[in-house]
């Protein structure tokens, strides 16, 4: 039987989700006879479509819920982890009757979906993690924001940032495929020695350094909030620490940009901020409102790819509530 693993696309954490709930399986069950990935975005009008659960056993890592029964495995960490309140009463069922207690996993506590997996792994199916511990600890990192400093974001200088870039920045779909099966197999630095892989390293680095300039030309800080907009560039894939780097002093980011399938508002706070944290807003449940989600450090919006006018007057009232929070 196959198991197709569906992960949050363009995103570390969720190709690293994919590769250790792969090598999981595949030491702890051996039920599947072939491995297949697909990424998951974030699209207006429905995440998921009635195709994609299809042939035998289906996982979802680091995505939001699907009451889909097709759907065997899934795991996740972020707030906003269910779509509907009849989703997510689906997956309370399943625990309460035992039907999927083990095979579907939720806790938003956790910093990295990877982090997630390993320990579910490990604590009900005995999955020994210790070979993994470079994967894990950078999930954490990338997905947490938890890097010393925003020039050690946007700089880049370890692998695993290298990878993040070339991850976040993948336009062929069989790109990350075909580097999951790696990412527990191979050091971050041997991953990123692939011809395959180092062949995109240049021109995405070079697309990184012009991103640098562009926020730092479009962006703009009023009241503790930076907002830009990079909607007429198709320039989604930049590094979502550039706006604390420019603008060090900032608390909130708000920044519209678009790509093929959507326009997108993507909304952060400043890891290095000096903010107390109880006066910090939950940015995901400004998220939600308008139909996105996230964690509550950073979130996201979808919005159909031509209606830039709803996701401009949108970004422009979560603009008004965080400068107004202070």
């Known amino acids: 039987m196959d198991l197709k693993v569906w992960y949050h696309d363009r995103c570390f954490d969720g190709a690293c989700s994919a590769s250790l709930f792969t090598r999981f399986h595949r030491e702890c069950l051996g039920t599947a006879a072939r491995y297949t990935y697909g990424g998951l975005a974030h699209r207006p009008g429905g995440l998921f479509q009635f195709a994609d659960f299809s042939g035998g056993e289906n996982a979802i890592v680091d995505f939001k819920y699907s009451s889909d029964p097709r759907v065997t495995w899934w795991f996740d960490h972020h707030q906003s982890a269910f779509l509907t309140p009849e989703d997510q009463a689906d997956f309370e069922r399943g625990q309460a009757d035992g039907t999927q207690v083990m095979r579907k996993f939720f806790d938003p506590h956790y910093t990295s979906c990877t982090g997630w997996i390993a320990h579910v792994a490990a604590t009900k199916f005995g999955f020994d993690t210790s070979g993994l511990k470079e994967l894990m600890y950078w999930a954490d990192?990338?997905?947490?924001?938890?890097?010393?400093?925003?020039?050690?974001?946007?700089?880049?200088?370890?692998?695993?940032?290298?990878?993040?870039?070339?991850?976040?920045?993948?336009?062929?779909?069989a790109l990350i495929p075909r580097m999951i099966p790696l990412l527990t197999e191979r050091t971050m630095q041997e991953v990123l020695d692939q011809d395959f892989v180092q062949e995109r390293v240049g021109p995405l680095m070079e697309r990184h350094l012009r991103g640098i300039e562009v926020i730092r030309e479009r962006s703009v800080l009023a009241r503790g909030v930076i907002t830009f907009d990079l909607m007429d560039l198709q320039m989604e894939g930049y590094s979502k620490f550039i706006p604390y780097y420019v603008h060090p002093e900032g608390t909130y980011v708000v920044g519209l940009s678009?790509?093929?399938?959507?326009?997108?508002?993507?909304?952060?706070?400043?890891?290095?901020?000096?903010?107390?944290?109880?006066?910090?807003?939950?940015?995901?449940?400004?998220?939600?409102?308008?139909?996105?989600?996230?964690?509550?450090?950073?979130?996201?919006?979808?919005?159909?790819?031509d209606r830039e006018d709803l996701a401009r007057a949108a970004a422009k009232e979560i603009q008004a509530e965080l400068e107004a929070a202070g």
């Open 141 to 173: 990192i990338v997905d947490g924001a938890k890097y010393e400093s925003a020039q050690a974001a946007v700089e880049m200088k370890d692998p695993a940032m290298k990878l993040t870039m070339v991850i976040e920045g993948a336009q062929d779909d």
């Open 258 to 305: 678009k790509g093929s399938i959507r326009t997108k508002i993507s909304v952060g706070t400043n890891p290095w901020t000096t903010k107390p944290a109880t006066e910090l807003i939950n940015l995901a449940a400004i998220c939600e409102r308008y139909g996105g989600g996230g964690h509550p450090r950073v979130g996201a919006v979808s919005f159909p790819a």
